[in-house]
């Protein structure tokens, strides 16, 4: 996934790998903030840690790679663009998530633009191994393609509830949604969702203007507040109402 890297040199003290900067496996194994690991849904040895910023850019569509990665913090948003331009984001890929899978086993290169949604740092492994492992194990083989699976699944079934809805639905339902991939994190609440108006627009897909005006009803109702790049949910109950369209003119 080094097709396409956005890094920053930040350079902190001691022995702390900066943004961006890979840690390797050697012999002795991983040694990353100074101790030995290795990850544990896979049985070999991560290749290499990535740290990203807020916005960075991960790996661009049509890189071929034969590396794929999981989100170890952090969320990755996946987009395309659309014939007018504008930017879609298929998926927001939270902490667990993988990136690039699919693409390593069918030897393809990558069909989205993926880029750091909140500060995140990737794992990456090497793709040769998980072809050999998949090809050995068929238990381990059933379980990433079963997860790959959920995931053109609930996109789909996403698409076609989408359909035909009003803006205030698929608002409130990615909203939702969101704070769901928030909570992953056993740390978060899932209340306050760091997104910007732009990227709330792409996600659902939908005009800027017309999300705010959208997002400004829901602040009128109390239902959400926030400020320049963070909403906060305020009253859950409303908003589930609204995402089942409940109170629709």
């Known amino acids: ?44 040895c991560r290749s290499s840690v990535r740290k990203f910023r807020r916005g960075d850019i991960i790996a661009g569509a049509g890189v071929v790679l034969d590396m794929f990665a999981r989100v170890q913090r952090g969320m990755v948003s996946a987009s395309t663009p659309l014939a007018d331009g504008r930017e ?19 030897k393809q290169s990558l069909s989205l633009e993926y880029r750091a949604s909140s500060d995140c740092e990737l794992h990456y492994f090497d793709g040769r191994l998980l072809r050999d492992l998949c090809a050995n194990d068929p238990q381990f083989q059933v379980k990433i393609l079963s997860k790959a699976l959920a995931r053109v699944s609930e996109l789909e079934l996403r698409i076609i509830s989408n359909a035909g809805s009003s803006l205030r639905q698929r ?22 969702l760091i997104i910007s108006q732009h990227e709330l627009a792409a996600t659902l897909p939908a005009s800027r203007e ?25 009253n859950r109950k409303a908003l589930e109402a609204y995402a089942e369209g409940a109170g629709l003119a």
């Open 171 to 192: 608002l409130a339902r990615t909203l939702l949604r969101l704070s769901a991939l928030y909570r992953m994190d056993a740390q978060n609440s899932g209340d306050e």
């Open 88 to 106: 879609f984001i298929v998926e927001i890929v939270p902490k667990g998530g993988l990136i690039g899978e699919l693409e390593v086993l069918r």
């Open 210 to 234: 017309k999300v705010n005006q959208c997002l400004r009803r829901l602040r009128e109702s109390k239902v959400v507040d926030g400020t320049q790049g963070k909403i906060r949910i305020l």
């Open 1 to 44: 996934m080094d097709g396409v890297i956005s890094t920053r040199d930040s350079r902190p003290r001691g022995n702390a790998a900066r943004t961006g900067e890979a840690v390797t496996c050697g012999s002795a194994g991983i040694v990353y903030d100074g101790r030995g690991d290795l990850d544990h849904e896979f049985p070999f």
